[in-house]
Each structure stands twice: as structure tokens, then as C-alpha cells.
């Protein structure tokens, strides 16, 4: 039977093994992909397809901001160990993916993956290449993107966490502000801007749980929605950005810290992307 070029690529992907190698090993096997994993690994290939019950919680996160600094990205580029994400060469491919993300400002993280990583072969082939080469469940596995009159980013522990975060203002004596705010996110890991940002589900769910506890208190029940309501309002507090305590000054609020760097000075939207 003939075999399909997608098919061949399908199988490569599954596995990572070579192109070659999987065709004759579909032919071997009548089309069959189960079968033809089979063939595979009786002639000895190291195939992805083994490694897909484990878990690729190391890796290298990069984030980068556009020389206008009015676009930023941030991509995580997954491993199964530390040894590889510390690999210089794995560092600088998550770099140049970061680099066409941040050229190309695709629409997701399909649309990225489908880009060309050198002319020759998409981001998705490398990755696939990479996981034949290394021997470890690598994967393209996060991109984000903002757009601003001025974004800021932030990589935390040595690739290990990224942050871009967009603000309603530019100018340069407000970048240190966005910094600061970066951090923040990356030590403080908020849900979302402002209250407004959160998810309905998640509120009905907190005054839900809220109610619950009240009850198991014993508290009558015509005030368990005051008492949901003001347990709602400590969730915000402590998991939406402009509503937490400043790290660096606890006698503020993010919102109040940025207000001292400019009066109007916001945060329209972030993005944090960590390893594990």
C-alpha cells in the first residue's frame, strides 16, 4: 500500500523518530500505527511515544519585549530534567521560538508551532528533531502575548518563570514600576488584574465555600451572603494584582504603589508562564 506523507509525519511526531524510519516502518507494517511503533522499537529507535507517561515540568521559559516595547511574549520550551534546561543550546532555541513569536505575534500556540524555525522546518519539526536527539519528553508547551503602549517583561530563577505585563502608559521613568509589578506577579501569582477579571465561576464557587464555612460555624443563615461576601472580598485581596499587598512596601497596594509612579498609571493585562 502506499503510504501518505502526513501519515509519515504523524508518526514522527507520535514518536520522534526519523522520517525514513517511519515510512518503512508504516510499509512494514500495512499502515498501521500501533504496528508500526512496534517496528520501530524492535530495531531499536528511542521513540518519544515511551516517554508519554512521563513529566516535563523542567524547561526554559523566555520572555521578550519588541524594541518599541509595545508587544511581548513569553514561551516555555518543556523538559523532563534539569541537565537539559540548563543546556546552552537548548536555552538558545527557546530564545530564537521566543524571537519568531515575537516577530511573527501569531494568534496561539498552534499558529506558532506551524512557523517556520529556519526556513527549513517548522518550530513543531524541531521540537520533534529535539526529542530524537536528546531522549526526553520535550515540548512546545506555553506562549502568551500582550500588546501595550508599554510592556514589560521579567524572567525569574534563571528561566524558570517568565512575566510580561502590560501598562496603559509608556514612557521610560515607568519601567521600573513595571518591573517591580512583574515581580510581584511572579512572587504573588494573581488570577487576574482586578476583581472585574476574575472569572464568574470562581466567585460563585468562593461565596459557595464561603457560605459553607459560615454555616459549619454556626452562623444564622439570613447572614451567611454578608458574611460569603466579605470572605469574597479577602479572596480578591490577596489573588487579584492591583488588590495585593506590595511586596516591597506592605503599607501599599500594587494599585497605590503605581499611582505614586504616576497618577493614572495601570495595569491593562499580564501573563506569567512558570515550569512545573
Known sequence: MEISASDVKKLREMT????????????????????????????????SVKRADREAKEGVVIAQVSADKKKGVVVRLSSETDFVAKNEDFINVAKHIAQIALDKFPADLAAL????????????????????????KIGLEAYEKVEAP??????????????????????????????????????????????????????EKEIEIGKEVARAEGKPEEMLEKIAMGKLNKFYKDNTL???????????????????????????????????
Open 16 to 47: 520522534g523518530a526519523g522520517m525514513m524510519d517511519c515510512k518503512a516502518a508504516l510499509n512494514e507494517a500495512g499502515g498501521d500505527f500501533e504496528k508500526a511503533i512496534e517496528v520501530l522499537r524492535k530495531r531499536g529507535q528511542k521513540l
Open 242 to 276: 492591583l488588590q495585593q499587598e506590595f511586596v516591597k512596601d506592605s503599607k501599599l497596594t500594587v494599585d497605590q504603589y503605581l499611582k505614586k509612579a504616576d497618577k493614572d498609571l495601570t495595569v491593562t493585562a499580564f501573563k506569567h508562564v512558570a515550569n512545573g
Open 113 to 136: 508551532g506551524a512557523l517556520s524555525y529556519d526556513g527549513k522546518i517548522s518550530i513543531n519539526d524541531k521540537v520533534t528533531d529535539m526529542i530524537a536527539a536528546i531522549g526526553e
Open 150 to 203: 508599554q510592556v514589560v517583561s521579567y524572567i525569574h530563577m534563571g528561566n524558570r518563570a517568565g512575566v510580561i505585563v502590560a501598562l496603559n502608559k509608556a514612557g521610560d521613568h515607568l519601567h521600573e514600576a513595571g518591573k517591580d509589578v512583574a515581580m510581584q506577579i511572579a512572587a504573588m501569582k494573581p488570577i487576574a488584574v482586578n476583581a472585574e477579571g476574575v472569572d464568574k465561576s470562581v466567585i
